[in-house]
């Protein structure tokens, strides 16, 4: 295999500020334990020489910064805003320390629709290369119209909005997640199953609201290979017709949508991810510090490509193409 270089684009990262907000909530995010697991909480916090020493060990080239979740989005208005703009210029302030090994996604106030385009547009004017949200904010889903001033300026800016999973909404965890213990009821609620349905949901919403017949320029990351959706295409192509979309629901998938592995370096899922959609939309990722593969378990899954140009891709040339990341100059 030729030496190339590796770009990973979920790798996480929080600021004590918004932990000390997310916990002061009245009802905090039960997944923060997630962050306080292990040595999780020190990882996420450095943005230096600790994390690059790891992404050293895994062979990561460069990194692309988010907030981990669940962001800045069950934060009141007025919180949500200064601390989104807190975020952002300390991820921006990493990046100009080490602009050669990070990029970084933007946190938007998604609990202030009116300060989202404008959080965005200051974002991406400071050098972040796309941004990360949620499937819904209190009780606004992702493709409720008071949005769609985003995403407009989304795909005006070139800016990808990686859709990122969160924690189901009390009243669904209520329906299907309960009746165990509390550990186990957070985890199939989470990372066990409940996440990934959740954005899934989100990502279809978004078709179906007819985002991309708007917005045709728009792209949008989903992690762990499409949370479910590339899985069931076949069934929700039937969704096309009723809904009055312009195109296939696939279509959609296909046109503007980018899969990233979150870690989960699975051969099967990626044969899987190329039966429905193409090489050049798929960006590896490894879900830092939640999965940590080994520079030997990243080097045997990109040997289960065909073709060096195919391994190239996946490996550094989409994200680079998609997010603009250019090896040969800094930002």
């Known amino acids: 295999m030729t030496n190339m270089p590796l770009i990973a684009i979920e790798e996480h990262w929080i600021m004590p500020d918004v932990t000390s907000a997310l916990r002061a909530v009245p009802q905090p995010d039960e997944s923060l334990v997630f962050n306080e697991m292990g040595d999780n909480q020190e990882r ?16 990561i080239d460069v990194s692309v910064l988010a907030l981990t979740p669940p962001g800045v989005q069950p934060l009141l208005p007025r919180a949500a805003l200064t601390l989104s703009r807190a975020a952002n210029d300390m991820a921006a302030a990493a990046v100009a320390r080490h602009p050669d090994r990070f990029r970084s996604l933007s946190t938007l106030p998604m609990s202030s629709p009116r300060d989202v385009a404008g959080e965005l547009e200051r974002a991406a004017g400071m050098g972040h290369v796309g941004t990360m949200v949620y499937g819904r904010s209190g009780d606004l889903f992702l493709d409720d119209p008071a949005y769609d001033d985003f995403f407009s300026a989304a795909a005006e800016l070139g800016q990808p909005v990686f859709i990122h999973p969160q924690l189901p909404s009390t009243s669904v965890r209520d329906a299907s997640y309960r009746g ?34 708007r917005h045709p320029d728009l792209r949008v990351v989903l992690g ?47 044969r899987h991810a190329l039966s429905v959609t193409s090489v050049d939309r798929l960006i590896f990722s490894t879900d830092y510090p939640f999965q940590r593969p080994t520079r030997e378990d990243i080097d045997s899954f990109l040997n289960h490509f065909s073709t060096d140009a195919e391994r190239e891709q996946f490996s550094s040339a989409n994200a680079a193409s998609l997010y603009g990341i250019d090896f040969s100059a800094k930002p």
């Open 180 to 213: 165990f213990d509390s550990m186990t009821d957070l985890a199939l609620a989470t990372f066990g199953w409940g996440w990934h349905l959740d954005t899934a949901i989100a990502a279809l919403r978004l078709v179906l609201r007819g985002t991309f017949d």
């Open 44 to 59: 996420l916090e450095d943005l230096g020489a600790g994390r690059i020493a790891a992404m050293d060990a895994q062979g």
């Open 224 to 270: 762990h290979w499409g949370e479910m959706l590339l899985f069931w295409l076949d069934r929700v192509d039937s969704l096309s017709r009723i809904a009055g979309l312009e195109r296939s629901v696939s279509d959609y998938v296909r046109s503007n949508f980018y899969i990233t592995t979150s870690g989960m370096l699975n051969p099967a899922l990626l």
